[in-house]
């Protein structure tokens, strides 16, 4: 068990059982192992270097401070009401048949859905070549699928990660400070694990990682 900050996050990284409140440095978290997120805002693919190896978190922002956990130890819950008919067309065809049910956590926040994010925020520029590192999807185990997507003129041309489409690369540049937001879509209700890994090459050209990383998702 252990709870650490790093100085150049805004949060308390909570990982392994922890059944009391703890607090440093100003900044107060009171979570067991297991806590379930399942509204506001949170970005999930949480990147962060602590000069030795990269690592990826799941960062609450949802609640003031926030909570930065590892994977590991949070459910993420797509709750039955992101459930999302599937629009007509070839630019929605990763998503499953015209008219199905999928479940989306959407790319535009929905303050009653959890609104997941990809950030970079806590990488100092500078530090990795061309200032990105890379995330990649290795493995995802569930009922359907994952897929992430942009919205944009055809959805499926804008995937950073599709568990069905052993032709996509499934691998998503993260930029020093940025913060993004996507569609996350499961295609049938359940329990999912997903597996993501990180790794990047410093500016003198050490390569750093990968390291993974499985999250669990509970979907419906």
């Known amino acids: ?7 150049i996050t805004r949060a308390l ?5 922890m059944a009391a409140a703890v607090a440093v440095g100003g900044m107060t ?3 067991a192992a297991g806590t379930t997120l399942s509204t506001g805002h949170v970005d999930v693919l949480d990147v962060e270097y602590d000069g030795a190896g990269l690592e990826l978190h799941v960062h609450d922002e949802s609640v003031n401070p926030g909570v930065e956990y590892g994977p590991a130890d949070v459910v993420l ?5 992101s459930a999302y008919t599937v629009p ?4 929605y065809s990763h998503l499953g048949t015209a008219g199905a049910t999928v479940y989306r956590l959407p790319q535009v926040e929905n303050t009653g859905l959890l609104w997941p994010g990809i950030s970079g925020e806590h990488l100092a520029t500078g530090v990795f070549q061309n200032d990105k590192v890379q995330v990649k999807l290795t493995s995802v185990t569930g009922p359907g699928k994952l897929t992430v997507y942009k919205n944009g003129l055809c959805p499926k041309s804008n995937r950073s990660f599709d ?5 996509l690369a499934n ?9 993004d937001h996507a569609n996350w879509v499961f295609t049938k209700a359940g329990s999912y694990t997903a597996t993501f890994q990180v790794s990047g090459t410093l500016a003198g050209g050490t390569a750093v990682g990968p390291s993974s990383a499985t999250y669990t998702f509970q979907v419906g």
């Open 1 to 7: 068990m252990r709870a650490f900050t790093h100085t």
């Open 163 to 167: 568990s069905g489409d052993a032709a």
């Open 77 to 81: 819950r797509a709750l039955p009401a």
């Open 88 to 91: 007509t067309g070839t630019c």
């Open 29 to 31: 978290a009171a979570h």
């Open 171 to 179: 691998t998503r540049a993260v930029a020093a400070g940025e913060h």
């Open 13 to 17: 990284t909570v990982s392994g059982a």
